[in-house]
């Protein structure tokens, strides 16, 4: 069929420049080792920190929901898709986030769109770290509102940003709670503190945050002892809670409202039934085996360690994300699919998601992981960066 000759000239181009990726299929069940390519390989780029994707209490939750509910809703939340258990689990979470509501999202993509589309007008501005994920960009790319952008993490960039806002009605500080692709925290005590000298609002997307950090997993805001001070948080349950889904933690106020205005809570569909009982169970597992979240760190500690030794630049990261840094986008690819033949899987991330020239792998460990694992993958780093002359 012609018409995508535009589209097919891109992806020649792609592949020329070395940066074309084809997905990489999983035949088994996630872990910290799956087959790939009929290879048995350790695991080190998926977002499963606790290993809750294959968690037998929640397996056994989603089995029940399925039995008794079947494998979907109909419907949206707003018409008929709401199940008593979507609100059950919304009240359990907001209680495990210390917030007075939240709502579900059908993933933490859609909640970030959902909200920054909804909530404020063009009286209004957003300000936004210049590294924040990407649904946090595009839900700014849907508001009317003035937008501000500042350097990353750096408070003299934000405040400059706040003292020449204040004219506006509403102005809210946004940031990743964790930065993806680095692993640093954000300094959230002093945003909080800016924030309030200017009274703007706050909110805090806890993607890679939720299930790793603060006490049982709450959270940074939760970590950094700034509970009832943060307006909003945004947290996902498809990465360390090991399922799918996101949500606003927040006011009842802001629950009632996006109920109302948040469009793709609105505009489709809910969870299946298996998913949100899954989650459900989730939070029982955060509270009853906090051992999962000792043995992430513990894990982290000794990879991270581990890659430093090597001599390994790992960049800034505080987190069980660590980069390793290689540099150009091709030699990325290259030390990837390297690693992989030495049983490793861990994907190279390069242009347009880092800036051109910090291509890196980035790797995360998990509590499933054995310290031999660790071991060997470490083993493996070594070996090809011998090979490819990085170290
Ligand atoms: C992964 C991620 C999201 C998206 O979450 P999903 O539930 O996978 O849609 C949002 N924000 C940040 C910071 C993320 O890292």
């Known amino acids: 069929m012609k018409g995508f000759e535009y589209l097919q000239e891109q992806l020649d181009e792609m592949k020329q420049e070395g940066t074309y990726r084809e997905l990489v299929p999983l035949e088994s069940a996630q872990?910290?080792?799956?087959?790939?390519?009929?290879?048995?390989?350790?695991?080190?780029?998926?977002?499963?920190?606790?290993?809750?994707?294959?968690?037998?209490?929640?397996k056994e939750a989603a089995d029940q929901a399925n039995k008794e509910f079947g494998v979907g809703t109909g419907?949206?939340?707003?018409?008929?898709?709401?199940?008593?258990m979507h609100e059950d689990f919304e009240e359990k979470?907001?209680?495990?986030?210390?917030?007075?509501?939240?709502?579900?999202?059908?993933?933490?993509?859609?909640?970030?769109?959902?909200i920054l589309s909804s909530i404020l007008t063009e009286k209004d501005v957003v300000i936004s770290d210049e590294l924040n994920h990407a649904s946090i960009i595009d839900g700014i790319r849907l508001t009317k509102a003035a937008r501000k952008i500042y350097k990353h993490v750096d408070m003299e960039s934000l405040e400059q940003?706040?003292?020449?806002?204040?004219?506006?009605?509403?102005?809210?500080?946004?940031?990743?709670?964790?930065?993806?692709?680095?692993?640093?925290?954000?300094?959230?005590?002093?945003?909080?503190?800016?924030a309030e000298k200017y009274g703007a609002l706050i909110m805090v997307d806890d993607a890679h945050a939720s299930g790793v950090l603060g006490d049982n997993g709450r959270g940074t805001v939760n970590h950094f002892n700034l509970d009832?001070?943060?307006?909003?948080?945004?947290?996902?349950?498809?990465?360390?809670?090991?399922?799918?889904?996101?949500?606003?933690?927040?006011?009842?106020?802001?629950?009632?409202?996006?109920?109302?205005?948040g469009r793709p809570f609105l505009f489709s569909t809910s969870h299946p039934p298996a998913v949100t009982a899954a989650n459900d169970a989730a939070i029982d597992v955060l509270l009853d085996e906090p051992e999962l979240i000792d043995k992430l760190w513990e894990n982290t500690k000794f990879f991270k360690k581990g890659l430093k030794d090597l001599g390994f630049d790992t960049g800034i990261s505080e987190t069980p994300i660590t980069p390793v840094m290689?540099?150009?986008?091709?030699?990325?690819?290259?030390?990837?699919?390297?690693?992989?033949?030495?049983?490793?899987?861990?994907?190279?991330?390069?242009?347009?998601?880092?800036?051109?020239?910090?291509?890196?792998i980035r790797t995360i460990v998990t509590a499933e992981h054995s310290k031999e694992e660790l071991q060997e993958a470490l083993h493996a780093f070594e070996k090809v960066a011998k090979k490819l002359n990085v170290l």
């Open 326 to 360: 290689i540099g150009d986008d091709a030699l990325t690819h290259k030390f990837s699919d390297e690693l992989f033949e030495e049983g490793v899987f861990a994907q190279g991330i390069v242009f347009p998601t880092v800036q051109r020239g910090k291509g890196r």
């Open 228 to 261: 009832g001070r943060v307006h909003i948080q945004v947290g996902t349950l498809s990465k360390a809670i090991g399922v799918l889904g996101g949500y606003a933690a927040s006011t009842k106020t802001l629950r009632e409202y996006l109920i109302h205005k």
């Open 75 to 84: 419907s949206v939340r707003t018409i008929a898709g709401t199940l008593k």
């Open 93 to 114: 979470l907001a209680k495990f986030k210390h917030t007075e509501a939240s709502l579900v999202f059908q993933s933490g993509f859609t909640t970030n769109q959902g």
């Open 31 to 58: 872990g910290s080792k799956v087959q790939i390519k009929g290879k048995e390989v350790i695991q080190l780029s998926s977002n499963n920190y606790l290993g809750l994707t294959s968690h037998p209490k929640m």
């Open 161 to 194: 940003a706040l003292k020449e806002s204040s004219e506006y009605r509403t102005r809210l500080v946004v940031t990743d709670g964790v930065f993806s692709m680095d692993g640093n925290i954000a300094p959230l005590p002093e945003i909080v503190e800016l």
